[in-house]
C-alpha cells in the first residue's frame, strides 16, 4: 500500500491524507503503460466482478474504494452501494450511469420548464440519486425524477429519465407514466458505429438531444393536468 498525501488547498492547509493502494496491473487506458494498476472493485448483482485494472491515473474513487469510470458512475448515481445494493446492474449495463448523465445534463433545462409551471403553493423536488424499480411484468428498469408536489406534499406531476436493462442505450423520458420522448443518445449510437467527431459537433448533437427531450416536457404537462381537470 502507498501512502498519498494530496495537494494543499489554496489557503496552503493540508487538505487531506489517505492511503491508495499499490497494484501490480497494467493500465487498462489505452496508452498507458503504467504497470501498478489494482482492479476495479465493482461486483455485480451475480457476484461477478469487474475484470478491468487501472493506474491512479485512471481509476476513479467513489468512498476511497477504487473503481473503472463506468463503475464509478454507476455507484455514483445509485447513492452508493451499500444504499440500495439491488438496484447493482450487470457489469456490462450502462443503465444506472445513463441516467444519472442525462438527468445531470437537462436538470437545469427541466428546473426552467417546471418552474413556469408551478402553481400556487406547490414546489419542485428533485430526487438525489437513481432508483431501480420494476414495471409490471417484472422488467428492471432505473430512474431518477423531478417531482411537482402540491402545498401538502402530495406528488402532481412527476417527470423521469429512465433506462431499462433489457436496452440500456435507449433513454425514455416520462411524465407521470406514460413515456413523451425516447431516444438513444448521440455519443452512444457514434460508438455503436465507430464514428467519431469533433468535441463541438458531439456538444451540437448532445445539445439538439436534450433539446428534443425537453421540448416534448410543457406540452405534456398541459395534457396531463386537462386529464388532472376532467
Ligand atoms: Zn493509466
Ligand atoms: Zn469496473
Redesign the pocket.
Known amino acids: 500500500m502507498g501512502v498519498e498525501v494530496n495537494r494543499s488547498d489554496a489557503s496552503g492547509g493540508e487538505i487531506a491524507r489517505f492511503e491508495h493502494p499499490r497494484g501490480s496491473e497494467l493500465c487498462c487506458q489505452s496508452g498507458c503503460l503504467r504497470t501498478h494498476g489494482v482492479r ?3 461486483i455485480d448483482g451475480r457476484g461477478r466482478r ?3 485494472t487501472w493506474c491512479p491515473d485512471h481509476w476513479s474513487s467513489v468512498g476511497g474504494i477504487v ?6 458512475n454507476t455507484i455514483v448515481a445509485i447513492g452508493g452501494v451499500t444504499n440500495a445494493p439491488l438496484a447493482l446492474p450487470d ?1 456490462d449495463n450502462r443503465g444506472p450511469s445513463l441516467v444519472n448523465w442525462v438527468y445531470g445534463d437537462i436538470d437545469s433545462g427541466m428546473q426552467q420548464i417546471l418552474t413556469d409551471c408551478v402553481g400556487t403553493g406547490q414546489r419542485i423536488v428533485r430526487d438525489s440519486a437513481v432508483t431501480v424499480v420494476f414495471d409490471t411484468n417484472r422488467r428492471r428498469f432505473w430512474e431518477r425524477s423531478w417531482k411537482l408536489l402540491d402545498a401538502v406534499g402530495n406528488s402532481v406531476h412527476r417527470i423521469t429519465v429512465a433506462v431499462f436493462e433489457a436496452n440500456d442505450a435507449l433513454v425514455i423520458l416520462r411524465v407521470d407514466d406514460h413515456s413523451i420522448a425516447q431516444g438513444v443518445p448521440p455519443w452512444i449510437d457514434r460508438h455503436r458505429r465507430r464514428v467519431e467527431v469533433t468535441p463541438s459537433a458531439d456538444e451540437l448533437q448532445r445539445k439538439l438531444f436534450y433539446g428534443f427531450l425537453l421540448e416534448h416536457v410543457p406540452g405534456a404537462l398541459v395534457d396531463r393536468l386537462a386529464v388532472h381537470a376532467s
Open positions: 476495479c472493485n465493482h469487474c475484470v478491468t473503481y473503472c469510470r463506468r463503475h464509478a457489469l
